[in-house]
C-alpha cells in the first residue's frame, strides 16, 4: 500500500507503514533523567546503567549512545544479545550482568568481555576451567544474598555457605573484581538493615581472603535505593527504573515511554445489548463504542478489563468488556465529534489529559517497569526527537 492511496490517518506513516499501536519513546528525556539521576548520587559513586529487558522496553541500541555522550562507564545487561548490542554500539566499557548465567551464557559471552557474578561453586569452577584454557576473563563479582533475595546470591549465614565462599575464593580470587547484592526493599528500616548485613559479609569476605578493599568494588544500590532517605554504602549504583521517569516525578524525573493506538470502527449499541467476550457487559442505556486497535497482544493484559480507562480527544473514556487479543471496546458516547483514526492515549498525555504511572499500575496491577518492557516489544517503537 503506498502513502496516497491511504485514507485520512493523518500522521506517522514511518517507512509507509500504518502502526496499529506504538510507543513513542523520548530519547532526549532518557538523557535528562540519567543527568538528574547522576547528580544525585554521593562523591566517588558511580553510576551503572541497566539497560536489560531491551533497556526497559526502550531499544539498547538507541539507549546506549545516550549514556555514552554522558561518559557512563558501567552498563548492565541480563541476555548475550543485550551484551552484543552494547558493544556494536561502540561501548568500550564495564558490561556486567546483573544476574547469574548458565556455562553457555559465560562462555558464549567471553568474547564482548561481559563481567559475571559467581555464587556457586559450579560457576566457579566453569570460569576457572575457561581462565585455565587461555580465555581472558573479563572479571567476576562475587554474589552474596547478604539474608535478602534469595535469588542467586550465596548464603553465607550458614557454614555450608562460607565452605563454598571460601572454595570460590581459591579458585577465582584472582578474578574477582566486585562483590555485589541486590536488595529485597527499599523502605528506610529495611534498606538499613540490608545494607548493615552486606557490610558485614563483605567484612567477612575480605577477612578471610586475599582480596583488598581498594581493589574490589562492593555495590548492592539501585535507583530506589539512589533516592532514598538512607543512603547505602555501595561503590556503583545500579540503576534502570531512574533513568525511564517512572519514580519520583517531583525531582524532575520524566516518563520516556507514552502507548498510543487508533480509533478503528465506531458503532451505536441499543440499551441491553452485551460486550465482549462472556457477554460480561450489558449497556444500561444506548450507547456509542468505539474499537482501539490494541489488545493483549500488545500488552494490555485481560487485567484491564474493570474500571480502566484511555484517553480520546483528551477526555479519560472507560474500556467496557473483556479485553481481546488485538482489540479493546471503549464507550465514546460522551465524544459526538469522534472519527475512525482518531488518536488513543493508552498511557500518557493528550490535551489535558493524563493517565500517568499511578493510574496506570493500578489499572495494570503492576509496576512500570513490568509494563515497558512489555509494551516496548509488543508495539512498534517510534523515536520522538
Ligand atoms: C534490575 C536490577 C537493577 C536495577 O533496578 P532498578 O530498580 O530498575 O534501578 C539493579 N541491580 C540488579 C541486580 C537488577 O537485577
Not at 547505602?232 to 545500579?238: A, G, H, K, N, S
Request: glycine fraction near 8%; hydrophobic fraction near 40%; charge should be negative.
Amino acid at each position: 500500500m503506498t502513502k496516497s492511496s491511504l485514507p485520512m490517518l493523518d500522521n506517522f506513516l514511518t517507512n509507509d507503514i500504518v502502526h496499529a499501536s506504538w510507543c513513542e519513546v523520548f530519547p532526549e528525556r532518557i538523557a535528562q533523567n540519567l543527568r538528574l539521576a547522576r547528580g544525585l548520587l554521593p562523591e566517588g559513586a558511580q553510576f551503572l546503567a541497566v539497560l536489560k529487558a531491551d533497556a526497559y522496553g526502550h531499544g539498547i541500541s538507541r539507549v546506549v549512545p545516550i549514556i555514552m555522550e554522558q561518559g557512563v562507564n558501567y552498563v548492565g545487561i541480563t541476555s548475550n544479545s543485550e551484551a552484543k548490542a552494547v558493544r556494536a554500539a561502540g561501548f568500550t566499557g564495564t558490561v556486567m550482568r546483573v544476574r547469574t548465567a548458565t556455562s553457555q551464557e559465560i562462555e558464549g559471552a567471553m568474547p564482548e568481555q561481559v563481567q559475571e557474578q559467581v555464587s556457586t561453586l559450579f560457576t566457579a569452577q566453569m570460569i576457572a576451567g575457561a581462565a585455565r584454557s587461555g580465555a581472558k576473563i573479563a572479571g567476576v563479582h562475587l554474589s552474596l544474598n547478604a539474608r535478602g533475595m534469595s535469588r542467586d546470591g550465596l548464603e553465607i549465614a550458614t557454614q555450608e555457605g562460607r565452605e563454598t565462599c571460601m572454595e570460590i575464593l581459591d579458585l577465582i580470587g584472582p578474578h574477582i573484581v566486585g562483590i555485589t547484592s541486590h536488595f529485597p526493599s527499599n523502605t528506610p528500616v529495611d534498606l538499613l538493615e540490608s545494607d548493615r548485613q552486606f557490610q558485614d559479609d563483605v567484612d567477612w569476605v575480605f577477612a578471610h581472603s586475599r582480596l583488598q578493599r581498594t581493589d574490589i568494588q562492593v555495590h548492592a544500590g539501585s535507583s530506589l535505593s539512589l533516592v532514598s532517605d538512607h543512603k547505602v554504602t555501595t561503590d556503583i549504583f545500579r540503576c534502570g527504573a531512574i533513568l525511564y521517569g517512572i519514580l519520583k516525578q517531583e525531582l524532575g524525573f520524566r516518563s520516556t515511554m507514552e502507548l498510543k493506538s487508533r480509533v478503528t470502527n465506531i458503532t451505536s449499541y441499543p440499551k441491553g445489548s452485551t460486550t465482549g467476550y462472556d457477554r460480561a457487559i450489558i449497556l444500561q442505556s444506548d450507547r456509542q463504542l468505539a474499537n482501539v486497535s490494541i489488545g493483549y497482544s500488545n500488552g494490555i493484559s485481560r487485567v484491564f478489563f474493570g474500571d480502566s480507562t484511555v484517553l480520546i480527544h483528551g477526555q479519560r473514556v472507560p474500556i467496557l468488556g473483556k479485553i481481546s487479543m488485538n482489540t479493546i471496546t471503549v464507550d465514546v458516547t460522551e465524544i459526538p465529534d469522534i472519527a475512525v483514526g482518531d488518536e488513543a492515549v493508552i498511557f500518557g498525555r493528550q490535551g489535558g489529559a493524563c493517565i500517568d504511572g499511578p493510574i496506570m499500575e493500578r489499572q495494570a496491577d503492576t509496576i512500570m517497569a513490568d509494563l515497558f518492557a512489555d509494551w516496548g516489544l509488543r508495539n512498534q517503537r517510534i523515536y520522538i526527537e
